[in-house]
């Protein structure tokens, strides 16, 4: 069972990342402009998020489920605007290639934690891992803790499989691509995601 419990949760993790959105164009931005290596680490940022949803979804924090789903709107409306502001900058970050020059490369703890706290400003994400784990029979009391731990470590290599996966074949076009291509790519990544975001502000606004 546990093996079972472990492909499941790698299946459950590969179908939330899948979806393309602004992580997904952030990854595949970074993996062509500053390499497979900063795409990976900013994939794993998202998938240790997920994990982290998953966590609390799996240990039943019901109390700390409903604080971030009663505070959705707000939490997704300052995640919106952390967007925005990647985006601006992604597309600012344009004018570093029209001298000929590759752009800086962005830490990799940075590339890390952005991509993580950019996961979590999505608190729908905890709504559909209850509802996964909860289908499985794994929430706390239903399931041996080694079950458990065994779908969220699942979560977590499924999710970063398809970032592995994406980053590499992104990654891959880096080295043909001239420096007016890299300039096409940070504008239109910029502007995809200041775009989602501000769809997200209308979608999410209290108001």
């Known amino acids: 069972m546990v093996g079972y419990d472990l492909i499941q949760g790698a299946i459950y993790g590969l179908l939330v990342a899948a ?42 924090i ?18 919106a605007c952390i967007l925005i502001v990647i985006g601006f900058n992604m597309y ?5 290639t029209d001298h000929g020059e590759r752009p800086r ?6 590339s890390y934690l952005s991509a993580f706290l950019m996961t979590l400003s999505n608190p729908m994400t905890i709504l559909l891992f209850i509802g996964i784990i909860s289908s499985a029979g794994l929430v706390a009391g239903q399931g041996s803790p080694v079950r458990i731990i065994a779908l969220l470590v699942g979560i977590f290599l499924g999710s970063a499989l398809w970032w592995v996966l994406l980053c590499t074949l992104s990654g891959s ?27 997200s502000i209308f979608q999410s606004a209290p108001f």
């Open 19 to 60: 979806p393309v959105g602004p992580i997904g164009i952030l990854c595949i931005k970074r993996s062509i402009v500053q390499g497979r290596t900063s795409g990976i680490v900013s994939g794993l940022g998202a998938a240790s998020a997920d994990l982290i949803y998953g966590m609390i979804g799996a240990l039943g």
């Open 62 to 79: 019901s109390g700390l489920a409903a604080f971030l789903s009663g505070y959705k709107a707000w939490i997704q409306l300052v995640g």
């Open 92 to 96: 600012r970050s344009s004018a570093a």
């Open 105 to 110: 490369p962005t830490s990799l703890l940075r």
């Open 173 to 199: 076009v880096r080295d043909r691509l001239r420096p007016s291509g890299m300039r096409w790519v940070n504008r239109i990544s910029g502007v995809a995601i200041m775009a989602l975001a501000i769809v």
